[in-house]
């Protein structure tokens, strides 16, 4: 359903943030990115919405060759791509609603989104979702009188408003305590899977990726190293990726209790 | 080095030597150019006129004492007038400055070698020349009174208000625009849903902030024919109508302290 071709991206600096990456996303799967910090995780993820311009390469998404759009017909196709990111990126001065119903400018006209006369049946969506995940009493508040984990879920509700073939998900967790971070996972990996929504979560916490995802993609300067199940993750892959460390703490038994309680 | 090692004690300074010596020069230096000017203007200053400037004081004091209340009634067209002017000015400025403004903005601007530049020379020279000195040209150009006096006003505060504003741009959190143009808005919607929330509390601040500023320079527009109060003020203070003049400082001050008041209440009601 997605499908990168030899992505290259280097910044004016000289970086090479990433060098020629191929990857393929089937229709439906959540896929995990872990990688060291400035491994390209970021810019990876960025350059498939072309928030971030790849200097080379291609990228698929179903029959669309992304790079290649005109600004008009990129917008259209963004739209078909919810993100959700690490420090929420929530309009902090817009209320829970506005919120979330800016995950259909997209679809809607400018006068339209201006004088905030979305259609009903995109404020029933939201509803609905705002209900889904447990923040429909909220709708009326403003998103900087949220805790972290309400502003994370007000994110997914934005992105999946836009009713998207794909998530593109930067580090949901980073900014959560471990408990929250938890019912983020589990929160955007159910909605994949009711949806059946392909999904690219980077993520820091190698053992919550584990616990929740169906397959995982290791990055390192750049180019993927590592590519497999999440139980294939052993101290020696670890090591690869990120580097000489003692690894048994980190890596969990995947069927640890302790991923399927609260 | 400021450390020093004395007999295995270790002495921290906090300059060397050297650098002392330069510092104390560097004092002497200034020291002397002060006293060098005291000097001179003392030189320069008819110290007549200056012994004398208590007992003129005193008796402009006497004169202007008590002021002629009966004059307020000629006041209360002239000072409407000042707000007005103060007002207007500023809701015009306003309009200019928002584009203005957006087109400064290194995050914003269509073009930075082109029209930033533009944008930037605007800023720069409304703000460089005083409203009094706008006024001055604006009589000569459109005939004295009240609109030459608003246009002063708005164009003076455009490249107060774009400056202030177009930083505020400038300073916006740009994960909040990412994630709105993510969701495949247009150019327009990213300003208005991701831009605009940002920097509304700024241009509502900088908005009551440059309306109080402009209640202040209204007030002197007067002197050079663009209507207001200040109308009143050099035409008493030309016949030496001392009581008169006490007044509409009175008058002056009030206002400013009123327009103070209710920008201390916006400014609160806004953040």
Redesign the interface.
Known sequence: MLRLEKLVKTYKTGDQALKAVDLVVPEGQVLALIGPSGAGKSTLIRCI?R?VEPTSGKVHLGEVDLTSLSTAAL???????G?I?Q?Y??????TVM?NVL??????VG?WR??LRKFPQSDIDEAFRLLDRVGMAHMSDKRADELSGGQRQRV?IC?ALI?NPALL?VDEPTASLDPKTSRQIMRLICELCKERGLAAIINIHDVALAQMFVQRVIGLRFGAVEFDGLPEELTPDVLTTIYGEEDWEATIENVNDEDGAKE | MPVKDLNDQKIWRRRTSRESLMHWVIWLIGVAIFAYCWQKISASTTWFFVWDAPRIADDIWTRATPPKWSYITQLGKPIWDTLNIATLGTIFALIAAVPVAFLAARNTTPSRLVIRPIALLIIVSTRSINSLIWALLLIAIIGPGVFAGVMAIAIRSIGFCAKLLYEAIEEI?E??V?????????R??IM???IV??V??AFAGIAVFRWDINIRESTVLGLVGAGGIGLQLSSSLNVLAWPQVSLILLVILAAVIISEWVSAKVRGAII
Do not use: C, H, K
Not at chain 1, 75 to 81: A, E, K, N, P
Not at chain 1, 102 to 107: D, I, K, N
Not at chain 2, 178 to 186: K, L, R, V
């Open positions: 919405n928030l917008r259209r196709q963004r739209s078909r791509m993100m990111f420090e990126a929530l309009v902090e001065r817009l506005e800016s995950g259909r400018l997209g679809y400018f989104s201006f994110g934005r836009q593109l | 959190d994960t909040q990412e994630a709105i143009t993510a969701t495949g808005a247009s327009w919607q208005a849903y991701g929330p940002q509304l509390p």
